[in-house]
């Protein structure tokens, strides 16, 4: 196995590396570093999330720029805030014993003022996000002219953000005879474009099969009603006392329902999305490295860049759409050579959905059985047992208090000592779980959804003039039917995305709501227009809507008829919506 040293970096670089505990390069550094080294090549990494990408370019970038001087160098562009701080931050660890750089982050939701003088110190390499960099051009408060070295880290995550646009103009700035470096996890279309267009025979390496996840994530798959959601997240929660995890919404709205619901049940949780200012978000994320909070609910957008040491477990609370935003969520687990699990929450409808996603990976899916009440209660009682076991005890400061701790308990036996210690944690579960009903859902891979779990079996099929020229992709368009028609994603079936236009279901009983909500309605600047174009009857016969209002919302296979599996125990708070 390879050393740092044996790679060709300096003495100085491989003394820093090895004081902040790296011992051997992982593959994507044992094998990108030597060829960055060399400074005159364009280059493309493959590799997942968590394989040590930030030192295999890191490293060679600081071997590489010259200190002496005060031209920027160097140009590192990140998706979000979170991970240009955790680059910036890592290049100047990995530079302490090698050299003295000036390194400026560059970021969106800080004083821009600030900044720019930083900038203007003198800043060898800057680390910053595409929309606070375009605006630094903008304001031509920075040179590009003296780049040497561009690196697209998260390639992928920011062309899947919208940055497209913003990459063209960055790019466009900075010298023809740099050498840009692209680093990304999935290899999809939009990335290969930047290639063509910006990259003169790129080398190219892939570190683990294209498209394969990490083998160090355990891909677990729940199947769950749709009402029973939120319930079944609680025993996961509870049937893993020592979880220091994500749980992935679609929206907003629901990001912070969910955060809301866990605390006002006792769970040390909180959220992270758009909405939150930056002093939130960051408040948020230092408390969630500090592992001062448990659980941290997170939209796709507001956790892209996320770098956690020990993420135990990524919950998905709704199964992503774009297989992108299946890897990148699950590659918050199992980084740095760790072991993480990953579990989908589905309905029997997106059985397939799991069959593809575990194909494109080749990593295989295992159904986990939602825990029962018995199951929740015996793993908490061990759990408790297991601390009890473990505890430190401090001798000398004890010692007072013992005769009189003993005095106390002289009449009460070691097993009912035993029984009531127990009982004082291990009621509340007890009383909680007591009667609780299985919420598991009968089914075999592949098999169609029946009864009240087929949402969409009466849905109405609607029209509307935005597609992904607009910006537009699942998520948004949840949250844009859901802001504007008060229309939740339990009601919104498939989202068929078209470049200028796109196709949605929702249930019938809510279709006025949407026409009303959406119709006339601005997005970026362009006149919303939504119809109906088709409802599905119970019978499977289809006919047009001359209009936007649908006259079958009680249908007699409506979402609230039937529903094994919906009673709770009297405790149960919150039923998820």
């Known amino acids: ?139 031509k408060a920075i040179n590009l002219n003296t780049i040497k070295y561009v690196v697209l880290d998260e390639a992928d995550e920011m062309l899947n953000m919208g940055f497209k646009d913003d990459l063209d103009k960055i790019l ?55 009402n029973n959601r939120y319930p079944a997240l609680k025993r996961i929660l509870d049937y893993n006392p020592d979880i220091f995890g994500l749980i992935f919404c679609r929206t907003r709205i629901d990001t912070q329902k969910i955060a809301e619901m866990l605390m006002k049940d006792g769970y040390n949780a909180d959220s992270l999305h758009g909405d939150l200012t930056q002093q939130q978000r960051d408040r948020v994320m230092m408390k969630f490295r500090q592992r001062a909070l448990q659980i941290l609910v997170a939209t796709d957008v507001a956790a892209r860049g996320i770098d956690v040491e020990d993420i135990t477990h990524v919950i998905h609370l709704n199964i992503p759409d774009e297989m992108e935003f299946y890897t990148h969520r699950s590659g918050r687990t199992a980084r740095a050579g760790k072991k993480g699990v990953s579990i989908a929450m589905i309905s029997k409808r997106e059985l397939g959905k799991v069959k593809q996603i575990e194909k494109t990976l080749k990593s295989p899916f295992k159904r986990m059985m939602i825990p029962t009440g018995a199951d929740v209660c015996q793993k908490q009682l061990l759990a408790l047992m297991h601390r009890v076991r473990e505890v430190k005890v401090n001798e000398d400061e004890i010692a007072e208090f013992l005769p009189a701790i003993e005095a106390e308990l002289k009449d009460v036996s070691k097993q009912e000592l035993i029984k009531r210690f127990a009982s004082i944690e291990f009621n509340r579960f007890l009383d909680y779980y007591r009667n609780a009903p299985d919420l598991n859902v009968e089914g075999k891979r592949g098999s169609s959804s029946e009864g009240g779990e087929e949402r969409y079996s009466t849905g109405s099929r609607f029209f509307i003039n935005l597609g992904k020229m607009d910006g537009i992709d699942v998520s948004k368009m949840l949250e844009l039917i859901d802001d504007h028609a008060g229309v939740s994603k339990k009601d919104i079936g498939k989202i068929d995305l078209k470049g200028a236009y796109s196709f949605f279901e929702v249930e019938p009983s809510r279709a006025e709501e949407i026409v009303s909500g959406l119709n006339g309605i601005e997005y970026k600047g362009r006149q919303v227009r939504v119809e109906i174009t088709e409802q599905k009857q119970s019978g499977g016969s289809r006919g047009r809507s001359s209009g936007g209002r649908s006259d079958r919302g009680k249908s007699s296979s409506g979402r609230n008829s039937g529903g094994g599996g919906r009673s709770r125990s009297s405790n149960q708070k919150g039923k998820w919506r």
Not at 84 to 96: V, Y
Not at 110 to 131: F, L, M, N
Not at 189 to 217: C, H, W
């Open 1 to 139: 196995m390879k050393s740092f040293e044996s790679l060709g970096l300096s003495r100085g670089l491989v003394e820093s590396v090895q004081q902040i505990g790296f011992e051997t390069p992982t593959p994507i550094q044992e094998k990108a570093i030597p060829v960055l080294l060399n400074g005159n090549r364009d280059f493309v990494g493959l590799a997942q999330t968590g394989t040590g990408k930030t030192a295999a370019f890191g490293l060679p970038l600081l071997e590489l720029v010259d200190d002496r001087s005060r031209d920027t160098q160097a140009l590192v562009l990140a998706p979000t805030r979170e991970l240009g701080l955790q680059i910036a931050s890592d290049l100047e660890n990995f530079s302490e014993k090698f050299k003295s750089f000036n390194i400026v982050a560059v970021y969106g939701g800080s004083s821009i003022s600030e900044q720019i003088r930083k900038v203007k110190k003198g800043a060898q390499i800057i680390v910053a996000t595409p929309g606070r960099l375009i605006d630094l051009i903008d304001r």
């Open 172 to 226: 466009s700035f900075t010298p023809d005879d740099k050498a840009t470096w692209l680093f990304s996890a999935t290899m999809p279309r939009e990335v290969r474009a930047i290639m063509k267009n910006y990259m003169s025979d790129p080398f190219e390496l892939t570190v683990g099969e294209q498209n394969t996840g990490n083998v160090n994530i355990e891909h677990n798959y729940v199947i769950v009603q749709e």
